[in-house]
Each structure stands twice: as C-alpha cells, then as structure tokens.
C-alpha cells in the first residue's frame, strides 16, 4: 500500500515544474498535486457545464419557426394543389415542470461540487501519506546508512585492537561479520 501512495504521489506530481514546489512543505506538495491531478480538472469542467445547464433547464423551449411548400405538383402549369405556409409555434411546458427541471439542474451541480470537494481531499490525504511515506523511507535509508558507518568504526576499532594484540582474532571476525 506504501508503494502505491509512492507512485500516486510521483505519477500526480510530473506535470507540476520542480521550481513550483517546496519539497520542504507538505502543503506545497498538496497544492501542486491538486493543481496536477487530472481528475480534479475533469470534475472542475463538469462542474462549470453543469452550471451552465441550470438556467436552460428552467427556461422554455425557443420558438420555432416554420415555412414550406405542400402538394406540390410536377407539372408547373397548373399551380392549383399547391399551398405555401408560414408559422411560428411554440411549447409551451408548465412552470411546475420548468421548476422541477431547473432543481434537478441546481441538484447536480451541488451533486458535482460535493464530488469535487471528496475529491479534493482524497488527492490530499494521498499525497500527505506519500509525502510521510517517503518521508519515513529517507529517514530509514539515513538510519541504515549511520548504523552502516557504526558498525564499520566497530570493525575498525576491532581489527587495530587484534593487531596490536589486545584481543583474540574471534572478535575482530565477530565484528566483521555483525558489519
């Protein structure tokens, strides 16, 4: 699981520039994350289309306007069948309707910033976990790292110890081996 919050955290972070985040502060590593995160900016443009859809959604159909010919013959001479029209209708749909529409409109843009905001702090709890992660991963390399200078002064001290005959030749090869 720790691996997975690694590779979320670097895969989010490489469209962000390295000069755009203090790697030093975790809520710089949020901010740049949140601004990268692809999910973010998918949900951020439903969100904007949805809330261009809720003033339509309330609104009434547009006119129409209509104009043809009907029955017309083939033969041109006698134009007698032919009728010509012009108009213009409209739908008409009641306001209960066209309210209950725009709400349904307004419900899904609330639907959709709830859903950005959990999305939102989803991306940062990922992000702070990889940051303490690796955080965590340093310190264990910079830990592993001290105990590997330790013991090696360990085996120094011990192999001068044996050549200048203060212990037998076993602790010298008990020092070596525990390095």
């Given at each position: 699981m720790k691996y997975v919050h690694v590779v979320f955290f670097a895969v989010t972070l490489t469209a962000v520039p390295a000069f755009a985040v203090d790697w030093s502060n975790?809520?710089?590593?949020?901010?740049a994350a949140i601004e990268a995160d692809p999910s973010l900016a998918a949900r951020s443009a439903q969100l904007r289309a949805a809330v261009e859809?809720?003033?339509?959604?309330?609104s009434l159909p547009n006119p129409m306007l209509m104009g043809g010919i009907q029955n017309r013959r083939v033969d041109l001479a006698h134009d007698f069948m032919t009728m010509r029209m012009v108009g213009v209708s409209q739908t008409v749909v009641?306001?209960?309707?066209?309210?209950?529409?725009r709400r349904a409109a307004?419900?899904?843009v609330e639907s959709l910033q709830k859903g950005l905001e959990v999305r939102r702090a989803?991306?940062?709890?990922d992000v702070r976990t990889a940051y303490v992660d690796a955080?965590?991963?340093q310190d264990q390399v910079a830990a592993?790292?001290?105990?590997?200078?330790?013991?090696?002064s360990v085996s120094d001290s011990s192999r001068i110890r044996y050549e200048a005959g203060a212990v037998p030749q076993a602790d010298m090869i008990r020092a070596m081996l525990e390095q």
């Open positions: 975790p809520d710089s590593v949020v901010q859809r809720v003033v339509p959604a309330g009641l306001k209960s309707r066209r309210d209950a529409r307004e419900l899904e989803e991306v940062e709890r955080a965590a991963a592993t790292e001290e105990i590997a200078r330790v013991l090696q």
